[in-house]
């Protein structure tokens, strides 16, 4: 994270983009879920608990940093193959406090090594595992501990950055660079703050680690125009924007590529 600093430092404007819009949940596929619970508890050092209660069940997640502030995020494990909105892998990252100790701590807990910990431009301390699913996690050593960024698959990537532009109100810009290559991004919230977020869109098919349908939502600050902008601009609705016993108001919808998007009122 520390390169990230630096290239702040060269003079690129990295803006707060779209205040009213930001992510705030991923959605992921796991094979087994006891698995799948103690590999993110060695890699978050959370809690596997309830976040959401209705009359008829119970439903737990990860939970990071607090309701209705920047920092809240939540993670869930989906493991019933039959669910309309499962995923395919993912590819996520994680800040962490100490990467070398979590590295080993998930590695214990079932994960599996892609890319040791090393020093690296652009992206400064990090590594690459995969739980015990197939879902690959990149570990950035960082001040906080909670996801930081998400690759989601796209048909076309001119034609996606266009309809997360006018969807979403985003900018598509470059969020990381090296002393060779640069790469582009959509940035949420400001490097250093809790809002702080990277999501990435993979056009290349023919990529080995290219993820599968992501599952993510957004907090956004007008459900209603939103939802309405995001079907204008190619996406297909699923849900209409509705009360849901146990959360915010929201929808959903499907982007042109087919990633599942919710999206909830702040």
Known sequence: MESWTRFLQTGVTMPVLQPGCRPVQIKIAV???????????ALAGKRYRVTQRTADADYSSFAFGEYGRDDFFLLWLLDDP??????????????????????????????????????????GRHSLVADPSGNRIELLQGDAVRPVQLTIPV??????????????????????????????SFLFGEYGRDDFFLLWLDGDAGRPDRPGRANLSFLVDDLDVVHARAIAAGATELAAPHDTE?????????????NWIGLVQA
Do not use: C, K
């Not at 309309?84 to 090594?113: I, K, M, N, Q, Y």
């Open 155 to 184: 048909h076309d990537a001119l034609a996606a950055t266009a309809f997360f532009e006018e969807a979403l109100g985003l900018r598509y810009q470059v969020s990381r660079r090296t002393a060779d290559e640069e790469w582009s």
């Open 82 to 123: 039959r669910r309309a909105d499962r995923p395919g892998r993912s590819r996520l990252g994680f800040l962490v406090h100490d990467l070398d100790e979590v590295h080993r701590s998930v590695l214990g807990a079932g994960g599996t090594e892609v890319a040791a910990p090393a020093d690296a431009d652009g992206t």
């Open 31 to 41: 094979q087994d879920r006891l698995a799948a619970v103690g590999f993110y508890q």
């Open 246 to 258: 146990g959360m915010p108001r929201n929808s959903a919808i499907t982007d042109p590529s087919g």
